[in-house]
C-alpha cells in the first residue's frame, strides 16, 4: 500500500509519492527525465527532452480554450539531498521513506524533496486530469535548479507559445512571488602542504545545528557549523599547538551547514578539552534563541575528507592558512533592501568545507537583487582568496527577476485568492533564487509569478510539507487554470 494513497488530494499526492521513489539528486536526473517523458507518451502530449535532460510537456487546449492564452507551468526535477548523521541511505540510488504525521508528510532523515517535487505532482495531476478545463498547458521541467539553475540556463523554449508563467516553486501559502535575487556560486581552493608530526589525534565535531535554505533562512540569525569551527580553531590555538589533518563539513553551498568535522593533530590534549568546552559555552550562551541545540565536542579520529588517520598533518605555514582562510571570508547577510522593507539584498553562504590530501576547498552561494553588488562581492571574495594563496572559480550566475509595476497575472491571481479564501493574496519579491528571471529573459514580455505550499525546513532533514496547504494551493491552481483565459 502507497503511504499517500488515502491522502487528498489524491491526483496530486499520487504523482508526488512515484516521484519520492525515484532518486533525483543535482546532475543524476536522468531517471526522472525519463520518467517524465514516459507520462508524456502514454498520454500521446507533445514531448521535449534535450542532451540535459530538461523536459517540455505540452498538453493543447480544451474544448471552449482554444484561443485563450497559453500557460506555462514550470518546476525543477532535483532535490537537495541531505540526511541526518547516522542515515546509511545513498540518496544517489535509493529512494525516500515516507511517513505522515500530524498533517505533514516528510522523510525519515532525509530531505523529502518537496522542493520543487510538489511542482511536478501539480503539473502532472494537471496534464493527466479529464475534468480540468484549461488553455494550452505547456510544462516546462528543468535540472540542476539547486545547483546553480543550469537546466534553466540551457534550456530551449522554442516550442513554448505562452507568455503566463507559473512557477511552481515557492513554499510559502498564501505569498505570490513576482521578484527575487540573481547569484551564482563561488569555489575557493587553497593548496596545501603537510609535515610530520607526533602530537595526538582528535576530532572536533560541530553539529546539533539548525541549518536552513541559504537564501529564505539566511537572515534568522542561525550559526553555520563551518564557521563555528573557524571560530573554535582560533581559541584552541591560543592554548595549545593544533596541527589540521582533515575536515568535512556541510555538502551544500545552498544550504546552511549544519555538521562539520574535523581531525586535528594536538599538542596539549588537556589543555584542548578545557578550552573547548568554555567555547561550547560561550557559542551556546549566544545562539541559545536562535539555534539552541549547538554541540561542541571532542571525539575519536575516524576518516574524513578521504585523509586517512595516519597521515601527516598540514604544516604550521598551511594549517594557519587555511584557518586564516575561514576567518576573513565573508557569512551571512551583507546588506538589507532599500526598496522592500525586511529583504535581503545581498548576501552568501558557505555552505560546504573540505581538506583533502593536497588542498582546502569552500563553496559557497553568493545573491543579491542588486547585480552590482553581486559584482562588487566576488570581486571581494576574490581579493580576500588571494591574500592567503586561494584561488576563486565563479560559476552559475543567474539574472535577479526584476519586479514589474503592473502584472495582469498577478490581479487576476489577487481576485481569484480573494473569491476562494475571503482574504487578500500577499505578493512580495524574496532573496532565495527562482528561475523566472533566465527564463524570463528567453521570453520578453513574459508575465510570472512563483507559487507554492507552505514546506517547512526545506534543505535539511526535518523539512516537511503541509497536507492542507498543499491541498488548498491545489484548488487555487485549479482556480487559476480553469479562469477564463479569452
Same mark, same amino acid.
Given at each position: 500500500?502507497r503511504?499517500?494513497?488515502?491522502?487528498?488530494?489524491?491526483?496530486?499526492?499520487?504523482f508526488?509519492?512515484?516521484?519520492?521513489?525515484?532518486? =533525483?539528486?543535482?546532475?543524476?536526473?536522468?531517471?526522472?527525465?525519463?520518467?517524465?517523458?514516459k507520462?508524456?507518451?502514454?498520454?500521446?502530449?507533445?514531448?521535449?527532452?534535450?542532451?540535459?535532460?530538461?523536459?517540455?510537456?505540452?498538453?493543447?487546449?480544451?474544448?471552449?480554450?482554444?484561443?485563450?492564452?497559453?500557460?506555462?507551468?514550470?518546476?525543477?526535477?532535483?532535490?537537495?539531498?541531505?540526511?541526518d548523521?547516522?542515515v546509511?541511505?545513498?540518496?544517489? /540510488?535509493?529512494?525516500?521513506?515516507?511517513?505522515?504525521a500530524?498533517?505533514?508528510? @516528510?522523510?525519515?532523515?532525509?530531505?523529502?524533496?518537496?522542493?520543487?517535487? +510538489?511542482?511536478?505532482?501539480?503539473?502532472?495531476?494537471?496534464?493527466?486530469?479529464?475534468?480540468?478545463?484549461?488553455?494550452?498547458?505547456?510544462?516546462?521541467?528543468?535540472?540542476?535548479?539547486?545547483?546553480g539553475?543550469?537546466?534553466a @540556463?540551457?534550456?530551449?523554449?522554442?516550442?513554448?507559445?505562452?507568455?503566463?508563467l507559473?512557477?511552481?516553486?515557492?513554499?510559502e501559502? %498564501?505569498?505570490?512571488?513576482? %521578484?527575487?535575487? &540573481?547569484?551564482?556560486?563561488?569555489?575557493?581552493?587553497?593548496?596545501?602542504?603537510?609535515?610530520?608530526c607526533?602530537?595526538?589525534?582528535?576530532?572536533?565535531?560541530?553539529? &546539533?545545528?539548525?541549518?536552513?535554505?541559504?537564501?529564505?533562512?539566511i537572515?534568522k540569525?542561525?550559526?553555520?557549523?563551518?564557521? $563555528?569551527?573557524?571560530?573554535?580553531?582560533?581559541?584552541?590555538?591560543?592554548?595549545? %599547538? +593544533? =596541527?589540521?589533518?582533515?575536515?568535512e563539513?556541510?555538502?551544500?553551498?545552498?544550504?546552511?551547514?549544519?555538521?562539520g @568535522?574535523?581531525?586535528?593533530?594536538?599538542?596539549?590534549?588537556?589543555?584542548?578539552? &578545557?578550552?573547548?568546552?568554555?567555547?561550547?559555552?560561550?557559542?551556546?550562551?549566544?545562539?541559545?534563541?536562535?539555534?539552541?541545540?549547538?554541540?561542541?565536542?571532542?571525539?575519536?579520529?575516524?576518516?574524513?575528507?578521504?585523509?586517512?588517520?595516519?597521515?601527516?598533518?598540514?604544516?604550521?605555514?598551511?594549517?594557519?592558512?587555511v584557518?586564516?582562510?575561514?576567518?576573513?571570508?565573508?557569512?551571512?547577510?551583507?546588506? #538589507?533592501s532599500?526598496?522592500?522593507?525586511?529583504?535581503?539584498?545581498?548576501?552568501?553562504?558557505w555552505?560546504?568545507?573540505?581538506?583533502?590530501?593536497?588542498?582546502?576547498?569552500?563553496?559557497?552561494?553568493?545573491?543579491?537583487?542588486?547585480?552590482?553588488?553581486?559584482?562588487?562581492?566576488?570581486?571581494?571574495?576574490?581579493?580576500?582568496?588571494?591574500?592567503?594563496?586561494?584561488?576563486?572559480?565563479?560559476?552559475?550566475?543567474?539574472?535577479?527577476?526584476?519586479?514589474?509595476?503592473?502584472?495582469?497575472?498577478?490581479?487576476?491571481?489577487? =481576485?481569484?485568492y480573494?473569491? $476562494?479564501?475571503g482574504?487578500?493574496?500577499?505578493?512580495?519579491? +524574496?532573496?532565495?533564487?527562482?528561475?523566472?528571471?533566465?527564463?524570463?529573459?528567453?521570453?520578453?514580455? #513574459?508575465?510570472?509569478?512563483?507559487? &507554492?505550499?507552505?514546506i517547512?525546513?526545506?534543505?535539511?532533514?526535518?523539512?516537511?510539507?503541509?497536507?492542507?496547504?498543499?491541498?488548498?494551493?491545489?484548488?487555487?491552481? /485549479?482556480? +487559476?487554470?480553469?479562469?477564463?483565459?479569452?
Amino acid at each position: 500500500m502507497r503511504v499517500l494513497e488515502e491522502t487528498e488530494p489524491r491526483e496530486v499526492f499520487r504523482f508526488f509519492e512515484e516521484l519520492t521513489r525515484i532518486p =533525483r539528486p543535482s546532475y543524476h536526473e536522468e531517471a526522472v527525465s525519463s520518467y517524465l517523458v514516459k507520462f508524456a507518451r502514454d498520454r500521446g502530449l507533445e514531448v521535449h527532452q534535450d542532451s540535459l535532460f530538461n523536459v517540455i510537456i505540452i498538453r493543447e487546449a480544451s474544448k471552449g480554450y482554444e484561443n485563450a492564452e497559453p500557460i506555462i507551468l514550470q518546476g525543477h526535477m532535483d532535490m537537495v539531498c541531505e540526511k541526518d548523521p547516522g542515515v546509511k541511505k545513498d540518496m544517489e /540510488k535509493e529512494g525516500l521513506d515516507l511517513e505522515v504525521a500530524d498533517g505533514y508528510i @516528510r522523510a525519515r532523515g532525509t530531505t523529502l524533496g518537496a522542493d520543487d517535487g +510538489i511542482a511536478i505532482a501539480y503539473a502532472l495531476a494537471l496534464l493527466d486530469s479529464k475534468t480540468i478545463a484549461h488553455p494550452r498547458l505547456e510544462f516546462v521541467c528543468t535540472v540542476s535548479e539547486e545547483v546553480g539553475m543550469d537546466g534553466a @540556463r540551457a534550456i530551449d523554449l522554442s516550442p513554448l507559445k505562452g507568455h503566463i508563467l507559473l512557477n511552481l516553486d515557492s513554499e510559502e501559502e %498564501g505569498i505570490v512571488l513576482a %521578484g527575487c535575487a &540573481g547569484g551564482g556560486r563561488a569555489d575557493v581552493t587553497l593548496p596545501v602542504t603537510r609535515g610530520h608530526c607526533p602530537w595526538e589525534r582528535v576530532q572536533l565535531h560541530a553539529g &546539533g545545528l539548525i541549518g536552513g535554505h541559504s537564501g529564505s533562512e539566511i537572515n534568522k540569525g542561525r550559526a553555520s557549523s563551518i564557521f $563555528l569551527l573557524s571560530r573554535a580553531f582560533r581559541s584552541l590555538a591560543a592554548v595549545t %599547538g +593544533i =596541527r589540521l589533518i582533515s575536515m568535512e563539513n556541510g555538502t551544500k553551498d545552498n544550504a546552511i551547514s549544519r555538521d562539520g @568535522r574535523a581531525v586535528l593533530a594536538v599538542q596539549d590534549p588537556e589543555a584542548f578539552r &578545557g578550552e573547548l568546552t568554555r567555547i561550547e559555552r560561550e557559542i551556546q550562551m549566544e545562539y541559545r534563541i536562535a539555534d539552541p541545540g549547538i554541540r561542541l565536542t571532542a571525539e575519536s579520529p575516524e576518516q574524513t575528507g578521504g585523509v586517512p588517520l595516519d597521515a601527516d598533518p598540514l604544516d604550521v605555514q598551511s594549517t594557519a592558512a587555511v584557518i586564516r582562510l575561514m576567518s576573513i571570508l565573508p557569512q551571512g547577510v551583507r546588506r #538589507m533592501s532599500d526598496n522592500v522593507n525586511g529583504l535581503v539584498e545581498t548576501s552568501l553562504n558557505w555552505g560546504a568545507a573540505s581538506l583533502g590530501p593536497d588542498s582546502f576547498r569552500m563553496s559557497a552561494a553568493v545573491r543579491s537583487s542588486v547585480n552590482t553588488a553581486k559584482r562588487a562581492l566576488f570581486c571581494e571574495l576574490q581579493w580576500d582568496a588571494g591574500t592567503v594563496g586561494a584561488s576563486l572559480r565563479i560559476t552559475g550566475e543567474y539574472p535577479a527577476w526584476e519586479w514589474v509595476s503592473h502584472s495582469a497575472l498577478r490581479d487576476r491571481m489577487a =481576485r481569484i485568492y480573494r473569491e $476562494l479564501f475571503g482574504r487578500d493574496l500577499v505578493i512580495e519579491a +524574496i532573496h532565495a533564487g527562482v528561475e523566472c528571471g533566465l527564463l524570463s529573459d528567453k521570453i520578453p514580455g #513574459m508575465d510570472a509569478v512563483s507559487m &507554492g505550499p507552505d514546506i517547512l525546513d526545506i534543505h535539511t532533514p526535518k523539512e516537511r510539507l503541509s497536507i492542507a496547504s498543499a491541498g488548498r494551493t491545489w484548488e487555487f491552481l /485549479k482556480r +487559476i487554470i480553469e479562469d477564463p483565459w479569452n
